[in-house]
T-cell receptor, first 114, second 110 residues
Framework: DAGVIQSPRHEVTEMGQEVTLRCKPISGHDYLFWYRQTMMRGLELLIYFNNNVPIDDSGMPEDRFSAKMPNASFSTLKIQPSEPRDSAVYFC????????????FGPGTRLTVT | SQQGEEDPQALSIQEGENATMNCSYKTSINNLQWYRQNSGRGLVHLILIRSNEREKHSGRLRVTLDTSKKSSSLLITASRAADTASYFCATSHGNNRLAFGKGNQVVVIP
């Protein structure tokens, strides 16, 4: 199994631009999580899906952030417009059962907004 | 929201020594998990201990859980240079989310 796949691995963009991060979860996993990691705030859960349906988006910072999961093998996290404070590493993780069990993380996307 | 908090924040040890990290949490849990993160990589699950368990082993890892004190410890025995990483505890409270701590940096000096 290839594990959780994220793309791109690195993204550098200018303030105001739209950014789209992509994730392919492990096949058969029915939970998908988006996290953001910064030195100041640590690892924060942004949103998670169960069977492609968003369950809890209370961690999404503001309306500039949106996430979709059109099918079981693909999810996107979009930031529009991006701001320098969005600079962070964004992780996608998937889980076979409910979130109380182990999660498998992707390698992350390092986003830099200048 | 509940969040695991590790203590200490950074640890530097010689290869072969044991490394111990602690984690505390505020409210009751279903389980507690430990993850490792190597520099520039994603988190990797190490071990899960359920609320009705007190101790668990996996290779050189030993995890204890004291629900009365709302704390857990992770012991890495006979550390190796490859154990250099950040270690996170994460608590599950039955609502399909994991709450992660800020992490412990462990440096193992060869």
């Amino acid at each position: 199994d290839a594990g959780v796949i994220q793309s791109p691995r690195h993204e550098v963009t200018e303030m105001g631009q739209e950014v789209t991060l992509r994730c392919k979860p492990i096949s058969g996993h029915d939970y998908l999580f988006w996290y953001r990691q910064t030195m100041m705030r640590g690892l924060e859960l942004l949103i998670y899906f169960n069977n492609n349906v968003p369950i809890d988006d209370s961690g999404m910072p503001e309306d500039r952030f949106s996430a979709k999961m059109p099918n079981a093998s693909f999810s996107t996290l979009k930031i529009q417009p991006s701001e320098p404070r969005d600079s962070a590493v964004y992780f996608c993780a998937s889980s076979l059962t409910e979130g109380g069990y182990e999660q498998y993380f992707g390698p992350g996307t390092r986003l830099t907004v200048t | 929201s509940q969040q695991g908090e590790e203590d200490p924040q950074a640890l530097s040890i010689q290869e072969g020594e044991n490394a111990t990290m602690n984690c505390s949490y505020k409210t009751s849990i279903n389980n507690l998990q430990w993850y490792r993160q190597n520099s520039g990589r994603g988190l990797v699950h190490l071990i899960l201990i359920r609320s009705n368990e007190r101790e668990k082993h996996s290779g050189r890892l030993r995890v204890t859980l004291d629900t009365s004190k709302k704390s857990s410890s992770l012991l890495i025995t006979a550390s190796r240079a490859a154990d250099t990483a950040s270690y996170f505890c994460a608590t599950s409270h039955g609502n399909n989310r994991l709450a992660f701590g800020k992490g412990n940096q462990v440096v193992v000096i060869p």
